[in-house]
T-cell receptor
């Protein structure tokens, strides 16, 4: 079955460093991937979308890559700040063109 | 102020009771979705609706029901048949283009606890 996997362990980094989160997909080839941010007890907020024919997408301090050979997307936050601490969700379209979500990775940025 | 509202934020029910969660959007979006989120897990799709008076089952529809009588509203009923109803429920909407790739806008969620 189609699966989206993210590292379930929390990622702890120091303020100012670059955070890199990984999203792997198996058993299919999505046409696009989306990344969302979710704060505790709140709904996810859309950050970026990248299509299969795009290698990289940037928005301010955020960068997303899409490697169809490795079946992987990387999400980078440069010059990270404590305010970036949240859970980040990866989602990909599935065969029915709905979104399949990964379990999310919690990022903690320490001052 | 455009967006999606869900009410209530917290809901407590006794086992065996049906409960309805509200979801309203004023974004003029065609498509609406209901997801369930359990701790440490991804969002799982319960039901979705791409147009008024039409809806489809998602991956975990058993024990749930929905209606879509108005474009703005997509209420979810958690019935007594749902074996593990305690969860965080999220409603979302999107204006789907031909490629179906538009971002989803989420409501603030309703945390349902059934005892």
């Amino acid at each position: 079955s189609q699966k989206i996997e993210q590292n379930s362990e929390a990622l702890n980094i120091q303020e100012g460093k670059t955070a890199t989160l990984t999203c792997n997909y198996t058993n299919y080839s999505p046409a696009y991937l989306q990344w969302y941010r979710q704060d505790p007890g709140r709904g996810p907020v859309f950050l970026l979308l990248i299509r299969e024919n795009e290698k990289e997408k940037r928005k301010e301090r955020l960068k997303v890559t899409f490697d169809t050979t490795l079946k992987q997307s990387l999400f980078h936050i440069t010059a990270s700040q404590p305010a970036d601490s949240a859970t980040y969700l990866c989602a990909a379209n599935n065969a029915g063109n709905m979104l399949t979500f990964g379990g999310g990775t919690r990022l903690m940025v320490k001052p | 102020d455009g967006g999606i509202t869900q009410s209530p934020k917290y809901l407590f029910r006794k086992e065996g009771q049906n409960v309805t969660l509200s979801c309203e959007q004023n974004l003029n979006h065609d498509a609406m979705y209901w997801y369930r989120q359990d701790p440490g897990q991804g969002l799982r799709l319960i039901y979705y609706s791409q147009i008024v008076n039409d809806f489809q089952k998602g991956d975990i529809a058993e024990g749930y029901s929905v209606s879509r009588e108005k474009k703005e509203s997509f209420p979810l009923t958690v019935t007594s048949a749902q074996k593990n109803p305690t969860a965080f429920y999220l409603c979302a909407s999107t204006q789907q283009g031909a490629s179906g790739s538009y971002e989803q806008y989420f409501g603030p969620g309703t945390r349902l606890t059934v005892t």
